[in-house]
Every structure is written in C-alpha cells, then in structure tokens.
C-alpha cells in the first residue's frame, strides 16, 4: 500500500512509522487510522520487524488528536462506528507480540494521547505535552484514553485530566508514570531507535514471552498470572536461544541469538 498520511521505514529490524500530516499537527483522520491499520497489519506478519517506534513529523507535535473536522460531522451512529474503529486499530497496536515504542516529539493530544497510551513504552521530548481536552469540544475520550489512562496512572489523576482537559508537560507526565524517560528534542528519535536496538539484539521469543505474559495481569488474578508465567518460562527454556544465552554467560561471552 502507498501511505499517504505516514512514513513507514524498516531499517536493521526496527519499523520507524511517522505519522505525516504536520500542517495539522498529525491529527488522525479516517485515512490516518486506515493506514495505520494497514502498517501493523503488515508488520505483524514480517519476521524482519522486531520493534516498532512511532513518531510525529515536524518538531511540534506528535498527534494533536483525532481529526476535528472529521468529529465535527459524526451522529450517533457514524460516532460509534469511528471509536470502534480507532479503539479496534489501538488495540492492535496494544496486543502486537513485538515492543511498540512512541517516541512523543510535541503535543500527544485526545486520540494522540491515547495512541501514546496503546504503546508499550512512552519516550518523551522536553517539549511534550499530554493531555486529554475532548471536555472542551463536548465530548469524552473515544480511542481509549478513559480506560487505559485511568490503569497507567490511576482513576483520580485520569478524571483530573478528562475532567479539565488540561494539558501537561512532559516533567509532570513523567512524575505521574505516563512516560519512561525524557530526552531534549534533538535526541529523542536517536535514544529511541538505540532502545529498539537493543531490544532487537535480545532472543526475540523471550521478548515476545515476556511481553504476553506482563499484558496477562489486567485480565487474570495473580494466582493464574504465576501460572502463566511458568508456562511461558518453561516454553522459553525450549528454544535455542535459551541454551545460547546461558551458555555465553558461562562461557563469559556475548550471546549470539538466532530467534530460534
Ligand atoms: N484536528 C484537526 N485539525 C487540527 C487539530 C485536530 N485535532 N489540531 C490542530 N489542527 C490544525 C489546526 O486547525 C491548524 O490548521 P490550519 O492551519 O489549517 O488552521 C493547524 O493544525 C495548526 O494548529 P494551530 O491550532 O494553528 O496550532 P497552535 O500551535 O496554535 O495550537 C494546539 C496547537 C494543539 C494547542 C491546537 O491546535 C489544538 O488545540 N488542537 C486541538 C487539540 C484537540 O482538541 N485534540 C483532541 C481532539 S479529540
């Protein structure tokens, strides 16, 4: 597929997706999410792809939220239809076995926010600035941002936030658990990339494993998330990587993995 709205560049395992619409501050329009939709789909079934980082074009914004002009025309039915669709292509992002890395570079806004929110790791740029202010245009979060800010950061600071619709720096949002790490504009992409490198150099079952069985916990009691867990060492302790791994360290090298 030819992307009209985002850049996608696959370059020594990492999947680089920018979302590319900086005259309106990569806001996501039906196009936006389609294309989305089409970019995990085909990364998801590309053995190439260990790590997947998104970002925004431009120095200003990540995603400032859905499309307004596209919200402003939704009735009942086309609104239920337009959260189901951008929530089903978000939780793609969230459920993919391989690490998804948002790299913050500006304003992280409504569904931008949520976007942020459906990665598995939150790097921000000094100048990044969150926040959820759906209140001031009549309506609440729709891609997510009410269930998953609300389990990240807790139910109090999340109506905080829907409720005022304010927006806050990146500072605040590392303080409130929201991002990992913060880096001045200039080398977030760089930092970035080099955590997906290193993630890539990993076995890559045991990063998979590893990321299936923290996901398990939201749905499953402590008891069965124990039970999963060994199930899933066990699996892992199959591989030949596992035998790498362990053996180099006995053997004080650097482990050569296969993915096998
Ligand atoms: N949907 C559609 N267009 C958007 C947009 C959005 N969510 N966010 C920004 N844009 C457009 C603006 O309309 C403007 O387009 P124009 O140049 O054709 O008029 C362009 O992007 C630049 O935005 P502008 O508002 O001029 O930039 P700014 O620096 O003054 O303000 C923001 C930046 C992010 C504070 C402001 O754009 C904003 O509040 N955006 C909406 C955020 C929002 O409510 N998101 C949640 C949607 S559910």
Redesign the pocket.
Same mark, same amino acid.
């Given at each position: 597929m030819n992307y009209k709205n985002i850049l996608l560049e696959i370059k020594n395992h990492t999947a680089l997706i920018t979302i590319n619409r900086p =005259? %309106? *501050?990569n !806001?996501l329009n039906g196009l936006t999410i389609d294309e989305l939709e089409n970019a995990f789909n085909s990364i998801k079934n590309d053995d190439n792809v260990f790590v997947v980082v998104i970002t925004g074009s431009g120095e %200003?914004?990540f995603v !400032? &939220? !859905? =499309? #307004?002009?596209e +919200?402003n025309k939704l009735d009942v039915l086309s609104a239920k239809e337009f959260s189901e669709k951008g929530t089903g292509v978000f939780r793609m992002i969230e459920t993919l076995d391989k690490p998804v890395i948002a790299a913050v570079n500006g304003?992280a *806004? &409504?569904?931008?926010c949520e976007l942020a929110l459906a990665c598995h790791i939150r790097l921000a740029a000094e100048n990044a600035k969150f926040g959820q202010?759906?209140i001031? +245009?009549g #309506?609440i979060p729709g891609y997510g941002g009410t269930q998953r800010l609300a389990r990240l950061i807790n139910s109090s600071r999340a109506l905080e936030l829907i409720l005022t619709g304010d927006m806050i720096n990146a500072d605040e949002a590392y303080r409130l658990g929201l991002v990992n790490k913060i880096f001045s504009q200039a080398e977030l992409i760089q930092k970035t990339i080099e955590l997906a490198e290193k993630i890539s150099s990993k076995g890559q079952h045991a990063i998979r494993f590893a990321i299936k069985a923290i996901q398990a916990f939201e749905n499953i009691s402590l008891r069965e998330g124990l039970a999963y867990e060994s199930s899933l060492f066990a699996l892992v302790c199959g591989t030949e990587d596992f035998k790498e791994g362990t053996s180099a360290f006995l053997e004080k090298r650097k482990p050569q993995f296969k993915n096998r």
């Open positions: =005259d %309106k *501050l !806001a %200003k914004s !400032a &939220g !859905a =499309d #307004i002009s +919200l304003f *806004l &409504g569904g931008g202010p759906e001031n +245009l #309506i």
